[in-house]
């Protein structure tokens, strides 16, 4: 239960920060970094372990987060400790090299109260804001301009999973003093995990949904209210279109006395950001598919002929950032027609796939491909034609939530002075989209 | 302006500069300059010479400069320890400011500065905040106490800080309580004994009311602390259980497993026919569930820890196999981990599911993933009868593609599936064999040769490709040629007249050319087997094998119990108990998990294995890769059918057996063996046993004929013990793994004031044993062998045989640790074997030991205080007077009996053969089944093993 260590480090290795119990060693900092950079890709990265110490660690903002234990501590305790990184984001306004060397007084302030002899004490930042003496020291002024894009996520996000919002780099207690502007972000992302059968059969469609608030305002109350005919479990069926979830759960901080009744979700949200409830949706999408591909494999003496058909059924609304990767058999050499210049294509050698890009897709319309792959082996065997598909798409979909969820109203308790802004915004990711051919 | 700049200077001078701007007059100065100081301090420069200008700075009513300060005082007060005794005054005065944020800060910094001396002074200030009017101050000075209890343990003790500790845990704010709970349990892992965590109902009933008010991280820890606590009954678990299960729908994952913990454990207890149950199982499915919508590291670390769920209990995931298919991007190694899930969730009713799935895994790019796929493909033949047919077909149309590692994977698996369904799928094995030129692994290499060998009848070529292997015999893996070995030979007992040059050839080959000692064992095996008796050779060989069972790679049931004792931990992730990866394991107690309700009734269903500690014998061989044969050598030998002359076709092969035997084997043994028993002064006969002639080493594979003298041996044993002395049951001392063959298990018993030590001989080898003789290392009282050990006829296979040695207390004396351990070195003909036992104290109690009154009361005011030691035993339902009249069977003397308030108080006195006087008291309260033994001696290291002996009599 007990973290002997905590340190941060440079992607190059530098030492950042560091705190111990006291009993430990410093020179583990290097043994760690030499072990981490020395990991292979198919090493679970979790866990490492060097004599008697146990290394945790995340990747965050390009710093090595890192807490070591020498007893039989819990992982899933360490590595959610570890989202400290967001904390320290939410205090210094970003997590960067340099926002963590010029905020180092901040920070091993904020883990002082947060991590006692080991212990973890509390990591909301309502209850630190009290104890925290320093100020931050930003590293770039925020300006206004970043709120422009609201509603388009940045465009990694495939990977990190949580869309950055360009608008959150800012210290959260500088509101504090500037008595500045009084914000409020409310987040809906889903993710999908959909696989269609080689017959064109849904044989799983799955949604992760999680809603975040992001809030720049001191004191406040607020009350979600979500679609009222939201409803949870398989066996509460209402009629009408009802948006339904397996299982959900909320922040500690969410109060539910009018969530049964009237789906509103109660909270004070402390500064920062913050996940406030998570649910699964599986086996059962509301709307149809986003994305069916029409495929139309033949063999030739020469190679392969792939045509491919790709429907987007989302009207009015439409996908961006989709990439469709189809592995081809070992040798292919490619040729390729697309049905509009903004789209390209290119086969990837070392994965041996074909990946096609379109930027930018409108819903209810249709794209097609023509590739044609030459092998250079002389005769296709009917064995590396197991070696085709299946397809995978990755895509965004803004302002769009695959479960039907949406935030009917955001109000917020006391009425502030000023008028406070509030954001919501809807997007869904692909997470796993799978098309076997 | 921003802190950045402090990591710049690096310039000489900079120390000087430091110092002039720390005693400078203006505030913002000095701020800056200890900013400086810590920034430099960070990136590991040393900046211990500014000791005394910071510890300057220190008295300031800035709280920011403060925090600074102390933060530097932190990291150089270890290394300047006196210069730290200066910031004391400060430290202390601060431990009373009226402000509460500094009165926490300063007890907090204080218990981080691990000098000896400050422990003196932080008492006092940390005896008043922990009495804090301000939680704040409490929950920081509850820390308090486990860092000082680092530092100087006794002095926690001594000041009663436990005891304040103890007290938080009823305090009304749950953060002081969730801290207090931490502090308690780690200061317990180092008391393993101690009773610091007295869990009962009560305390049970606030923590659980703290629970749902502290904050997340609080959670754990009374979580984790409740898993360590054992219901009553199933009422109070199940009470429990409704009391957690509301933290199974957290958002902090570790919150979640802490509570899959608690259930997990208390559901032992539940009785499986409760509606609860049913229930508590359909809960845990969810949040388990939604652990894997996590980022990849949580996913893994989840993973590892379904594995083991599923493993004790499957039903609880049984309906949730799809979210166990992998996503085209997931990590390899969550991919990997979610086969192995799918695997063990795998059941006719989703079979056909998950069989599309792993076939299209076996096409992905990834290597490994693909070859557990396919051996996945395998698996499920295995364990899923009704799917056999089809995984076979799936498993050729992987053959087909004809991508190297696919072919090398499915070839070592249809050779599993062959023991699993046999003669049932042998069509494909032409398949096979087109693929033999492109098998270049051994384990694969390995397979195929396992498959010509065991269906050579079938195949018109087997010796052929058999002999295509041998040409390279010695360029292949040992696992290669061990295989071959035996395929040749099953060859050769199937179709003799084709194949007899073959077979010597390999023959030659396995014994004569290679260095390995296991192939060379197993080569001489067979090639004594097939030239005594080729009967017998072919129902070794050749006889029916034990059916593989349907589970692979399980985790043996002891450790899995324990591994779910300790879910959402370190060990969870490596499958391995703490006290493997734990350093110094100390006090580490193998966590079980508790029986089940109903304890009379052992019917548990199968699927969940044993509740407590009954260990299953494994239904079936669960075959580990690459040694196919080891099963073989382990099959019981049974007599052949005739004794008749061996055929003639054998016969040139006798003559090379012979001579093998009468070579180098008794020579080497004879050589090994002389170091080791000059010690025993026996080396006379050493190697007699194989000098003997052949027949006589070839008599286990011919009869065991000396299986009936078992009974003539008999009547040694089982000699009446006197009544009331205590004589533990025999344990196994020696087993015969290492003794090879031979083992010895005893126990010690005293009779007619002598100490005997009783001992089982059992020859489990092949060969007669004889010339045994025994030999004690110094021990801590002199025992030592007051004769030889009486075996005056040779031990026969299978035989075994009673001995009693007498002991004499008289031998050279070395303290041991454990202080009754004994080392003993028994020798026969075969080596000399090293084991060692530990004694019952109370076979040293002699028969003077009862004290006059008058002495007993003299030496028990003697014995200094100091020297006192008491122990309490546990569920001991007897009364005062069966206690006493059971404990003088063993020597220990009643001398007086004094009954207070209904409990009895007798005093008891003991004599050790050494001489060595133990006084003791015990407390018997009628109707409590806890006794107490308060024990005086002059040598007070022998209390533990008196306290232990004491224990033994009154609870046998």
Known sequence: MVISQLFILSSRGDHLIYKDRGEADRDVIDTFYEKVTALKGDQPPVVMNHKDLHFVHVKQGGLYWVATTTADSSPFTIIEFLNLAALVKDFCGGISEKAVQMNFALIYELLDEVLDHGYIQTTSSDILKNFIQTEAVSSRTFSLFDLSNVGLFGAETQQSKVAPGSAATRPIQSSREQGGKSEIFVDVIERMSVVIGSNGVLMKADVEGEIRVKCYMPNCSMRIGLNEEFCIGKAQVRYGAAVRVDECSFHQMVQLEEFDSHRILRLCPTQGEQTVMQYQLRDELPAPLPFRLFPTIERDPAGLLMYLKLRCDLPPKSAINVSIFIPVPKGSVLSQELSSPDQNAELQQQNRAVVWRIPRFSGGTQLSALFKSQLDVPALSSASMLELGPVALTFELPKLTATGLLIRFLRLTPVQPGTPQRWVRYVTHSDSYVIRI | MTDSKYFTTTKKGEIFELKAELNSDKKEKKKEAVKKVIASMTVGKDVSALFPDVVNCMQTDNLELKKLVYLYLMNYAKSQPDMAIMAVNTFVK??????????????????????????????????????????????????????????????????????????????????????????????????????????????????????????????????????????????????????????????????????????????????????????????????????????????????????????????????????????????????????????????????????????????????????????????????????????????????????????????????????????????????????????????????????????????????????????????????????????????????????????????????????????????????????????????????????????????????????????????????????????????????????????????????????????????????????????????????PATSGPPPPATSGLQLGAMDLLGGGLDSLMGDESEPLGGDLGGGSAMGAGFGAPPAATAAPFSAPVSGGLDDLFDLGGGVGMPMGAYSPPKTVWLPAMKGKGLEISGTFARRGGVIQMEMTLTNKAMSVMTDFAIQFNRNSFGLAPAGPLQVLTPLSPNQSIEVSLPLSTVGPVMKMDPLNNLQVAVKNNIDVFYFSCQYPISMLFVEDGKMERQVFLATWKDIPNDNEAQFQIKDCHLSSDAASSKLQGSNIFTIAKRTVDGQDMLYQSVKLSNGIWVLAELRVQTGNPIFTVCLKCRAPEVSQCVFQSYEAVLKN
């Not at chain 2, 926490?104 to 000896?116: E, H, K, N, S, Y």
């Not at chain 2, 047919?389 to 991508?403: P, W």
């Not at chain 2, 009967?535 to 070794?540: F, G, H, P």
């Not at chain 2, 193998?590 to 052992?602: M, V």
């Open chain 2, 94 to 639: 601060d431990c009373e400011d009226p402000n509460p944020l500094i009165r926490a800060l300063a007890v907090r910094t204080m218990g981080c500065i691990r000098v000896d001396k400050i422990t003196e002074y932080l008492c006092e200030p940390l005896r008043k905040c922990l009495k804090d009017e301000d939680p704040y101050v409490r929950k920081t000075a509850a820390v308090c106490v486990a860092k000082l209890h680092d530092i100087n343990a006794q002095l926690v003790e001594d000041q009663g800080f436990l005891d304040t500790l103890k007290d938080l845990i009823s305090d009304s704010n749950p953060m002081v309580v969730a801290n207090a709970v931490a502090a308690l349990s780690e200061i317990a892992e180092s008391h393993p004994n101690s009773n610091l965590l007295d869990l009962n109902p009560q305390t049970i009933n606030k923590l659980l009311t703290a629970l749902n008010e502290c904050t997340e991280w609080g959670q754990i820890f009374i979580l984790d602390c409740l898993a360590n606590y054992t219901p009553r009954d199933d009422r109070e678990s199940q009470s429990i259980c409704e009391r957690v299960t509301p933290r199974l729908s957290h958002a902090n994952s570790a919150v979640v497993l802490s509570a899959v913990k608690v259930l997990m454990k208390f559901m032992e207890m539940l009785p499986k026919d409760l509606d609860y149950y049913g229930t508590l199982l359909k809960k845990l499915a969810p949040p388990l569930v939604t652990l894997l919508s996590a980022e990849p590291e949580l996913q893994y670390v989840a993973l590892r820890n379904i594995n083991l769920i599923v493993q004790r209990r499957p039903e609880i995931l049984k309906h949730e196999m799809k979210v166990f298919f992998v996503k085209y991007n997931d990590p390899i190694y969550v991919k990997l981990e979610k086969l192995d899930i799918m695997i063990r969730l795998a059941s006719q009713a989703n079979i056909a599911q998950v069989l599309a799935e792993l076939k299209e895994y076996a096409t992905e790019v990834d290597v490994d993933f693909v070859r557990k796929a396919v051996r996945a493909i395998g698996r499920c033949a295995i364990k899923v009868e009704q799917s056999a047919e089809r995984c076979v077909s799936t498993l050729l149309d992987l053959i087909q593609t004809k991508v190297n590692y696919v072919v090398q994977e499915a070839i070592v698996v249809i050779k599993d599936i062959f023991r699993k369904y046999p003669n049932k799928y042998e069509s494909v094995i032409a398949t096979l064999c087109e693929n033999l030129d492109s098998l270049d692994e051994p384990e694969a290499r390995a397979a195929m040769i396992w498959i010509v060998g065991e269906y050579a009848e079938r195949i018109d070529n087997a010796d052929e490709l058999l002999e295509s292997f041998l040409e390279g015999f010695h360029d292949e893996s040992t696992q290669v040629q061990l295989q071959l070995l035996t395929a040749i030979v099953k060859l050769f007992l199937k179709k003799p007249t084709e194949t007899q040059e073959l077979v010597q050839q390999v023959l030659s080959l396995a014994t004569q050319d290679s260095d390995n000692p296991d192939l060379r064992d197993r080569g001489y095996i067979y090639w004594r087997l097939l030239s005594t008796d080729p009967v017998a050779a072919k129902e070794v060989v050749l006889a029916e094998k034990p059916l593989i069972s349907e589970e692979t790679d399980l985790i043996e049931p002891t450790l899995l119990e324990e591994l779910i004792c300790h879910i959402g931990t370190l060990a969870s992730v490596y499958h391995k108990p703490p006290s493997a990866f734990v350093e110094g394991s100390r006090g580490v107690q193998h966590k079980r998990l508790p029986g089940s309700a109903g304890s009379g009734e052992s019917v548990e269903s199968p699927d969940t294995g044993s509740a407590a500690g009954v260990p299953d014998a494994p239904p079936a061989v669960i075959p580990s890769q690459g040694d196919l044969l080891g099963d073989l050598l382990n099959l019981d030998l049974t007599p």
